[in-house]
């Protein structure tokens, strides 16, 4: 069913140049001069690129339905980080196999096994995971604290139980379980 670019919402795919995208942010201008249009920022589902799109207000899309499965993320199939992905449905127990294509490192280094994601699928063909808002892992190596270091705003660099590398504040070490941002990678404070 086709919609207008003024109906497009952040999350909604389309169809845009004959390639699958999802819509990640979209801002209506009304420039002093000229005709209001839509911005939109999209994500090219098939190939990954993230690009700002000016649309007219009177274009029309494709809207397509995407499946937003909330799936466990079992293990790496190929054990060393970079895929194939095995999720699972926990209810009816099927396993898809998602390859490192369609999950960039970005996002896999933040994967904790039995960890629950969104598997964006269209039709049988996986696209992409939305991973949550913070992830709770471990610190598995990280140098200890100096002794008299009391300005808050040093950092010192950490590896989690994923390999992930963050930057974490000096007070934290060892064996201690931190929330990370997967967006950005950045800190949030001691789970």
Known sequence: MPIRATEIKRGQAL????QLHVVLETEHVKPGKGPAYIQAKMKNLQTGTIKTNRLNSSDRFEDVSIDRRQLQYLYDAGGRGNGPFVFMD???????????????????????????????????????????????LMVTE??????????????????????????????????????????????????
């Open 15 to 18: 169809m845009y140049e004959g």
């Open 142 to 191: 990280t140098a200890p604290q100096p002794k008299g270091a009391t300005a808050t705003n040093q950092l010192k660099e950490a590896t989690l139980e994923t390999g992930a590398r963050v930057r974490v504040p000096p007070f934290i070490a060892n064996g201690q379980v931190v929330r990370i941002n997967p967006e950005t990678g950045e800190y949030l404070g001691k789970a």
């Open 90 to 136: 926990s209810e009816t127990y099927d396993q898809i196999e998602v390859g490192n294509d369609v999950i960039p490192r970005q996002q896999s280094q933040w994967l904790k096994e039995n960890a629950e994601c969104a598997v964006l699928l269209f039709g049988d063909k996986p696209l992409g995971i939305e991973l949550p808002a913070a992830v709770e």
